[in-house]
């Protein structure tokens, strides 16, 4: 749609005299606009658009990959809504890693980024341990805080067994999976130290220094000169975090298997979400019902579900006023 | 000593205490993961902390396991040939999208960021059909790889947040000495935007070493297709009772990125702060 787009508005662009020159010379700069967007054009058209649109007629039909796909209507749609004994589960748990986990990550990742523009000796070095967990792979993350926090012998409640504390089945117990991947997403808060950090120390300083005259204490001048002064980036940091928190799908779905004690790799066998989908999220759903029940077009509708709550979110960031990626102009 | 000084005292140490409790959290995990991989058979099932004997001979163990060199050569090139044609797709794109004045772009640029934030579950339906049916590529890394030749969201979102940072004299400048427009991004653009690049390349790398949606969709039915991250699953799978065979494969997945980003750390650093934070 833009390839059109674009020549069409240099083309038409509201002009008095018909100047010959004037009217080529626009039209190369269109064409080379044309050339220099060329490729992501291509893959707009055959990597979003067109998929997407398939999604919808899909969604429309019962289709298993194999027979045509067949119309009937919305009885994907008052199935997912009403029936599927996952749709439900899966939100919940978003709602809760939302809420619980992305308001974690945020007040920890905001709490390390104080802690490091603080920190006056071996600044490097600390900043550096902090970021390193962010960089694991999630399978390998993942896979190593399975072993941690084994409940039997695992070296976390070995320790809370050595101190009296009670020891959870974490990612066995439905009540403390979820806790669990809160613990792992925790330890890969890098990202976010770093965006915090670099919101930190922009903060004037002068702003400081009149509060200090003022005789402000360190909670107030937290209150009234660094929090005001980063919203935005809190703001930034919770919106993509909510964003994540829909598209959560490796650690979960790896947790889970491992857990579970499922061999291979294949996973036709293993439904997402163990223990008693306590970890089960919209992206599982879709690879459950799409790729392991060959129903395509009730993967669909959760596709399509998962589309509308990403961009709805999405379009919180690109707002023209108070935008916060600077999609204006 | 006086007051002042003896405040300021305290405060180095409270703030020092706590930053060495956050670096017991996150360093202690990567400590327990390197001694168990070290461990025997047995001990690793056990609670025990601290390995009995240093089985070095575990890394040679899952090194030799059949498979895990193929493991690492499909991630080098699905890393390595994908994060090539990501930047050299991406580029042209970023350039447009930030110097070039036309009716559409904002209006691209919304589509690119809605692209960027698309989790890859929503399109993956028909474009399984499509690797499948159409062009009968699945059971290998190519579906991953070919969508990278045609521009990939978050580097072009990135590389233009970069590019915008550079002044339109420099452009202007060429422009006047008679440069076209490719020649303008070719010698006086790209040395300029070398940090933004270097980003960009470090993050698409670490994207495809990491991905694990992508490999097991496209490539789960081929071993002989498998990634490291895809890979390293099916081996706890394969090795259930070895915990320590599992952790040193855990390791060996963890290394290279590690390494790298020591190479790295400033390009990656920049990067991270450049996704999030303008004006």
């Known amino acids: ?20 020159a004037a009217r080529a010379r626009r039209r190369r700069s269109a064409l080379r606009t044309a050339a220099f967007m060329s490729p992501w054009l291509i893959g707009f058209a055959v990597f979003f658009a067109y998929p997407l649109l398939s999604t919808v007629y899909f969604s429309f039909t019962k289709y298993d990959g194999f027979r045509q796909p067949v119309f009937n209507g919305l009885d994907n749609w008052s199935y997912v809504f009403t ?119 922009d903060v004037p300083k002068e702003q400081y220094e009149a509060a200090e005259l003022d005789g402000a204490g360190s909670w107030a001048r937290f209150r009234h000169i660094t929090l005001p002064n980063i919203s935005p980036i809190v703001l930034f940091a919770v919106v993509t975090g909510v964003i994540q928190a829909m598209q959560y799908y490796t650690q979960p779905l790896v947790a889970g298997k491992v857990a579970a004690g499922v061999i291979g790799g294949s996973g036709q066998q293993f439904e997402p ?52 990626i600077g999609a204006g102009e | 000593m006086s007051t002042r000084s003896r405040k300021a005292v305290l405060h180095w140490v409270g703030v020092h205490s706590l930053g060495v409790a956050a670096a017991l959290f996150f360093v202690l995990p990567f400590v327990f993961l390197l001694l168990t991989s070290l461990m025997g058979d047995r001990q690793a099932l056990t609670r025990d902390l601290w390995p009995d004997t240093w089985e070095w001979g575990n890394y040679a163990a899952v090194w030799n396991t059949p498979g895990f060199l193929t493991w690492w050569r499909n991630t080098l090139l699905y890393a390595g040939l994908g994060t090539l044609l990501t930047v050299v797709s991406s580029v042209p794109v970023a350039y447009a999208l930030a110097k070039f004045r036309f009716r559409a772009r904002r209006l691209s640029l919304m589509l690119v960021i809605a692209m960027m934030m698309l989790p890859p579950q929503v399109v993956v339906i028909p474009m399984y059909l499509f690797w499948a049916k159409q062009l009968g590529l699945t059971g290998s890394l190519w579906p991953l790889i070919i969508p990278m030749a045609f521009g990939d969201a978050f580097s072009i979102f990135l590389l233009r947040q970069f590019l915008l940072t550079i002044p339109d004299e420099y452009l202007d400048a060429a422009r006047v000495d008679g440069c076209g427009e490719l020649r303008t991004l070719l010698r006086v653009v790209l040395p300029m935007a070398r940090p933004g690049i270097a980003a960009v390349a470090l993050f698409q790398f670490f994207y495809a070493w990491n991905d694990y949606f992508g490999p097991q969709i496209y490539a789960s039915d081929n071993p002989a297709a498998w990634t490291l991250s895809y890979g390293l699953e099916s081996f706890k799978g394969a090795h259930h009772t070895n915990w320590n065979l599992t952790m040193a494969a855990t390791v060996l997945v963890m290394a290279p990125v590690i390494v790298l980003f020591f190479f790295a750390q400033k390009a990656f650093v920049e990067g991270v702060t450049l996704t999030g934070v303008k004006g």
């Open chain 1, 1 to 20: 749609m833009t390839a059109a787009a674009a020549p069409t508005a240099a083309h038409t662009a509201p002009d008095g005299a018909p100047d010959p």
């Open chain 1, 83 to 201: 029936d599927s004994p996952a749709f439900w589960p899966a939100m919940r748990n978003t709602l809760w890693l939302v809420v619980v986990m992305v308001g974690c990550r945020v007040a920890f990742g905001l709490g390390i980024g104080l802690l490091i523009t603080k920190i006056k000796t071996g600044t490097g070095i600390f900043r550096t341990l902090f970021y390193l967990p962010y960089l694991a792979p999630p399978v390998a993350a993942t896979l190593a805080f399975v072993f941690l926090l084994n409940p039997g012998t695992g070296p976390v409640n070995t320790v809370l067994d050595a101190v009296g504390l009670p020891t959870p089945g974490w990612f066995t117990d439905p009540s403390w999976s979820k806790p669990a991947l809160t613990a792992l997403a925790l330890w890969g808060v890098g990202d976010l130290m770093v965006i915090f950090m670099a919101a930190l120390l």
């Open chain 1, 273 to 324: 979400g163990y223990p008693d989908k306590s970890t089960l999220t919209l992206p599982q759903l879709v690879y459950n019902l799409g790729f392991q029940r060959f129903d395509y077009g009730t993967a669909c509708v959760i596709a399509l579900v998962l589309f509308t709550l990403s961009m709805a979110f999405t379009a919180l960031l690109m707002r023209r006023r108070g935008g916060l």
